[in-house]
């Protein structure tokens, strides 16, 4: 009886290794990839007045950063804190109207809030001694 016990402990315990890895992993790599293309659509805005030529490439990467945090939210809602999720949520709605209106100095604040957001998303999510206490 001692001897399943154990073995139930052991498999609980490496069960749930699993999921916090694939948590961390899934974290890391989606708040880099949306990053990346943060960083590609902040070059694009060119400090608050882009070229007009490029804004079709900047409104696709805008819509891909909105796309890619629409598939990603309900996952990483189920193992992080919302207060994080919120912060990247609430600048990446701010995104497609900043645009739409042609506010591009504010639309450059806000990428750089949201890549904030996703880098703090990221921090808090990797196993330290200050995110375990």
């Not at 293309?37 to 805008?62: H, R, V, W, Y």
């Not at 912060?87 to 709605?93: M, N, P």
């Not at 900043?98 to 750089?112: A, M, P, Q, R």
């Amino acid at each position: 009886m001692k001897m399943n016990r154990e073995r139930i402990t052991v498999i609980l315990f490496l069960l749930l290794m699993t999921f916090c890895t694939a948590a961390l992993t899934n974290t890391v790599r989606v708040s880099r990839r949306m990053s990346r293309i943060t960083n590609e659509a902040i070059s694009m805005t060119d400090g608050g007045s882009p070229d007009l030529i490029g804004l079709e490439g900047l409104e696709s990467k805008i819509e891909e950063i909105s796309s890619c945090w629409g598939e990603y939210e309900p996952v990483v809602s189920t193992y992080s804190r919302h207060d994080e999720l919120e912060r990247v949520s609430s600048a990446v709605r701010r995104l497609r109207p900043l645009y739409d209106s042609g506010k591009f100095d504010e639309l450059y604040l806000t990428l750089h809030e949201t890549d904030d957001a996703l880098d703090h998303l990221r921090k808090t999510e990797l196993p330290t001694i200050a995110n375990i206490l």
